[in-house]
């Protein structure tokens, strides 16, 4: 049945994508904070207080998912000749993958709410208290799982970009104070 109706199926490539994703995401953080200590950025953009004054969750997250990676990483140095207005792919790491965080947050919803539901027709129902009967609809169409997989191939683009755009930051003279 699966195979036939599809959504059972896409759900399975969904969740599988999803549980990458989340784990790209937290590398994505590893990796800004591994920028931050390698450029010798200025922390400021990292600040708690910056990111709870805006209230996205996921920004909030992401900052905090930076700053513990640079904790676990031995901390940071800022490099004081650094420009305090970093490129864009620095400073603003915690909003890129916070509105990324979100994306999979809303995949994970969906996907939650279609494993834990019935997908079946025709749906048979019965109570102590009433006759047995057969509903038909359309519980098996995967409207809501292919908005899930979307949002998941939307964050992971976000995060592959800004990734590019961090590299790009660390090996392009103009960009990374003459480093090799």
Request: with cysteine; proline share 6%; glycine share 8%.
């Given at each position: 049945?699966?195979?036939?109706?599809?959504?059972?199926?896409?759900?399975?490539?969904a969740?599988?994508?999803?549980?990458?994703?989340?784990?790209?995401?937290?590398?994505?953080?590893e990796?800004?904070?591994?920028?931050?200590?390698?450029?010798?950025?200025?922390?400021?953009?990292?600040?708690?207080?910056?990111?709870?004054?805006?209230g996205?969750?996921?920004?909030?997250?992401?900052?905090?998912?930076?700053?513990?990676?640079?904790?676990?990483?031995?901390?940071?140095q800022?490099?004081?000749?650094?420009p305090?207005?970093?490129?864009?792919s620095?400073?603003?790491?915690?909003q890129?993958?916070?509105?990324?965080?979100?994306?999979?947050?809303?995949a994970?919803?969906l996907?939650?709410?279609?494993?834990?539901?019935?997908?079946?027709?025709?749906?048979?129902?019965?109570?102590?208290?009433?006759?047995?009967?057969?509903l038909?609809?359309?519980?098996?169409?995967?409207?809501q799982?292919?908005?899930?997989?979307?949002?998941i191939?939307?964050?992971?683009?976000?995060?592959?970009?800004?990734?590019e755009?961090q590299l790009?930051?660390?090996?392009?003279?103009?960009l990374?104070?003459?480093?090799?």
């Amino acid at each position: 049945l699966a195979l036939v109706n599809g959504t059972s199926f896409m759900t399975a490539f969904a969740l599988d994508a999803l549980v990458a994703a989340k784990r790209l995401r937290t590398r994505a953080e590893e990796l800004t904070a591994w920028i931050y200590r390698l450029v010798g950025a200025h922390p400021s953009p990292l600040d708690a207080r910056l990111h709870q004054v805006r209230g996205h969750t996921g920004q909030i997250e992401s900052a905090r998912g930076i700053r513990a990676a640079l904790e676990q990483q031995g901390g940071l140095q800022p490099d004081p000749t650094r420009p305090l207005q970093e490129v864009y792919s620095i400073r603003c790491a915690p909003q890129w993958l916070g509105a990324s965080f979100e994306q999979l947050c809303y995949a994970e919803r969906l996907l939650h709410a279609e494993v834990h539901g019935v997908s079946d027709n025709p749906i048979l129902l019965a109570s102590p208290h009433e006759d047995p009967v057969a509903l038909h609809g359309g519980n098996f169409q995967g409207t809501q799982v292919a908005f899930g997989a979307d949002a998941i191939n939307g964050a992971l683009t976000h995060i592959g970009l800004l990734a590019e755009r961090q590299l790009d930051a660390v090996i392009s003279p103009s960009l990374n104070a003459g480093a090799p």
